[in-house]
């Protein structure tokens, strides 16, 4: 039985003023401005920046980049300096998106020869000649499967095309202002010519870390320097370090390789990298003829990066891609660097989620050029039969026999 009264209602707590309404329309928070050079990832949205080379972008687990806060070491065997060059991409594609590149070990010099910006006009007649060679050689097949397993295909395929162009004139226009308000994104990956030179900005963005003289280890002195230049930058400044020739007698001390000295520098800079993970990439290399990945310094070194890459030149290439590195881009240069001058190996990626096995164990191979380094899958040319005995079938008595098959009915 209820005591209250029918007429008077039960009373309730009066609402404060500062409490938020729930029907009321919430206001859209606030978005940060984009940074140039990053992007999210199209796995998992994690911020990427590019490495400065695209078919390594598109090796790295799925990611269309290097994951910020993530290292990739570069071994290579030999005496080419291919792992050099995908550097000095890096570090270009750093100075060009305006980030800041620390190298170690190496003197204002090295950052002279970073490779030179191609214009859109250049990249767009390179692209357009590779375009035209590609729709030569491609095989004419139904228009419904050409777009097949392409991103985005389905969106912009023939079917969508006429949906997707009566949204587009149905839309509302844009107001000027509206449009000049809104920041045109840059480019994430840009094109670089090896055989020029970049001009850098007047803030210039690269610094040199010197490798202290006479010092027991000098990995305590770049962590130093690692350390404060992250603490005083501001949260949207992404930085780039670049260790090149890791452990090399000509920049590091002897006893820089031992276990006690290279060992805590690495695992440092691995906690640099999960501490600031929206801000700093690592890069470095490593020679495999120094130092063999059967010695367990460089099995520790192989575990403590988060991903590892094994360049393998072929000798008999070797001089080839100097003289193609060097040349100015004729019908020479084409016809060499078509053909692989090494091997890849990818030993571990960096961020391997479900969705992205990466390409562990498959056979890769590289080519470098002016304009590009370009890593594609390995596969051996078709083995032609013996051409002196298809000569000698064209001048002698199997030519006749090859005449009369042209009558030959099926």
Known sequence: MSFRKRSI??????????????????????????ISGVRPSPLDGRPTTSTGTPTLDSLLGGHAGLALGNSLLVEESGTTDFAGALLRYYAAEGAVQGHQVHVVGVGEQWGRELPGLVGAADAGEEEGKSGRKERSERMKIAWRYERLGEFGSRSSGSRASPAAADRASSAPSTPTGARASISIPTSFCHTFDLAARLTLPTPLPLHFIPIPSGAISPFPTILNYLRTTLSDSPPQIIHRLILPSLLSPLLYPPSASAPHALLPFLHALRSLLRQYPGQLTCMLTLPLDLYPRTSGVVRWVEGLCDGVLALHPFPHLMDASRDATNTSGGKGERGTNEEPQGLLHVHALPVVSERAGGAVGEDMAFSVSRRKF??????????????????GLGNGEGGKELGKKEGIEF
């Open 9 to 34: 209602g039960l009373s309730r707590t009066p609402a404060s003023s500062s409490a938020e309404d729930p029907s009321a329309p919430r206001p859209a928070p606030a978005q940060s401005p984009p």
């Open 374 to 391: 370009v890593i594609r899958p390995f596969s051996l040319p078709p083995v032609l039969g013996d051409e002196e005995a298809q000569m």
